[in-house]
């Protein structure tokens, strides 16, 4: 893969789960991008919709080491030099699962109609053109932002942007930010 002199480095992925109202336009305009074949790769869920309109957004958190790539079998999915894990390579990708398993965030889904693992390659032509992703540009509330730290910092001075989770024994840093109260988070790392 060749170096794009497009991409911006200083430029991220911000989720803010508290300011997501569930209207759905992310998935359709993920749905939009024709390299998906009109399938979200973006998804929100409900948290209990038995007792609460609180809605969530799940996107790949493009992982600095991808425990997807690291258990595929036929090396179909692979992370470029800016950060990104892309969806699976379609000549290579087997149908096996294994990372859909695998994911802690639980993230790449199997499109049976294509026997292929798809999820969010952080809209990698929007983005190496310099460009926002889609999601991220037609989101009201600003749930999904893409743009710098110091942006994000102005605008939510009581937040702060996480990207290290621990998962058991195991910690898994992300090119993807969540959005958390200040001081509602800590790092313990043994």
Not at 1 to 25: K, P
């Amino acid at each position: 893969m060749e170096t794009n002199t497009y991409y911006r480095t200083d430029q991220e992925f911000f989720v803010d789960m508290q300011r997501c109202i569930g209207c759905h336009a992310c998935e359709m305009a993920c749905a939009e991008c024709e390299t998906n074949g009109q399938e979200s790769m973006i998804h929100v869920n409900y948290v209990d919709r038995a007792y609460t309109i609180q809605t969530t957004v799940q996107v790949c958190m493009h992982c600095e080491d991808p425990v997807c790539a690291q258990v595929c079998p036929a090396d179909a999915i692979a992370k470029d030099e800016f950060g990104v894990v892309h969806t699976a390579n379609t000549s290579r990708c087997i149908g096996c699962s294994n990372c859909v398993m695998a994911c802690p965030f639980g993230v790449p889904k199997k499109q049976e109609q294509y026997d292929l693992m798809m999820k969010c390659n952080m809209c990698y032509d929007r983005t190496s053109a310099g460009k926002k992703p889609m999601c991220a540009t037609v989101c009201p509330s600003q749930a999904l932002y893409y743009g710098t730290r110091e942006e994000i910092r102005a605008m939510r001075p009581n937040s702060e942007p996480v990207n290290t989770f621990i998962f058991g024994k195991e910690t898994v840093k992300t090119k993807v930010n969540i959005m958390m109260p200040k001081g509602s988070t800590f790092l313990k790392v043994h």
